[in-house]
T-cell receptor, first 115, second 114 residues
Framework: AQSVTQLDSQVPVFEEAPVELRCNYS??????LFWYVQYPNQGLQLLLK??????LVKGINGFEAEFNKSQTSFHLRKPSVHISDTAEYFC?????????????FGAGTTVTVRA | DAGVIQSPRHEVTEMGQEVTLRCKPI?????LFWYRQTMMRGLELLIY????????DSGMPEDRFSAKMPNASFSTLKIQPSEPRDSAVYFC????????????FGPGTRLTVL
């Protein structure tokens, strides 16, 4: 089974400052990794994903993440945040098996951007 | 495409009543997932289907919960009888059978059981 730990439950940040959200995973098999964002009263939306290839992944809205296999981490970063980035962010993991589409989510990190 | 459609968006019911949540996945998607989100337990996968067949229902809390997918464009999640601890936001998501693995989420149904 796979599991995800998001190390920060709340991250307050000032507008135009950088932000990093930490994610560590546990799995006995190779994995795919994802970051989703949830704006208030909405469903989740994919920010970016790592399936294979380059370990630095770029996503929507200026976000990027780096897969580190030795550290079993997939931290999310943005160099300069906007007020509109206020949301909850979820890291998720899926086993790298052809017919296994199950996602396991972390507990989420709430990002609050202040002017 | 309209995206994943869920109905109702809000449901308030009394303990003991039957509740049915509905989902229409994105056309052409082969996978459908039901999740529950609460403050205490976060986002939990309840069950998922592939080509209308249930693949993994290990997250279904107990026999009071059941899910069906009679065809590729419709799924239901039923709770009978409902209890206050079932209060949560229930999400439906769908995914194509391709390498992308992206799940597309609906807006959710907020269920309150009094």
């Amino acid at each position: 089974a796979q599991s995800v730990t998001q190390l920060d439950s709340q991250v307050p940040v000032f507008e135009e400052a950088p932000v990093e959200l930490r994610c560590n995973y546990s799995s006995s098999v190779s994995v795919y990794l994802f970051w989703y964002v949830q704006y208030p009263n909405q469903g989740l939306q994919l920010l970016l994903k790592y399936l294979s290839g380059s370990t630095l992944v770029k996503g929507i809205n200026g976000f990027e993440a780096e897969f580190n296999k030795s550290q079993t981490s997939f931290h999310l970063r943005k160099p300069s945040v906007h007020i509109s980035d206020t949301a909850e962010y979820f890291c998720a993991v899926s086993a790298r098996r052809s017919n296994d589409y199950k996602l396991s989510f972390g507990a989420g990190t709430t990002v609050t951007v202040r002017a | 495409d309209a995206g994943v459609i869920q109905s109702p968006r809000h449901e308030v019911t009394e303990m003991g009543q039957e509740v049915t949540l509905r989902c229409k996945p994105i056309s052409g998607h082969d996978y459908l997932f039901w999740y529950r989100q609460t403050m205490m337990r976060g986002l939990e996968l309840l069950i998922y289907f592939n080509n209308n067949v249930p693949i993994d229902d290990s997250g279904m809390p107990e026999d009071r919960f059941s899910a069906k997918m009679p065809n590729a464009s419709f799924s239901t999640l039923k709770i009978q009888p409902s209890e206050p601890r079932d209060s949560a936001v229930y999400f439906c998501a769908s995914s194509p059978q391709s390498g992308s693995r992206e799940q597309f989420f609906g807006p959710g149904t907020r269920l309150t059981v009094l």
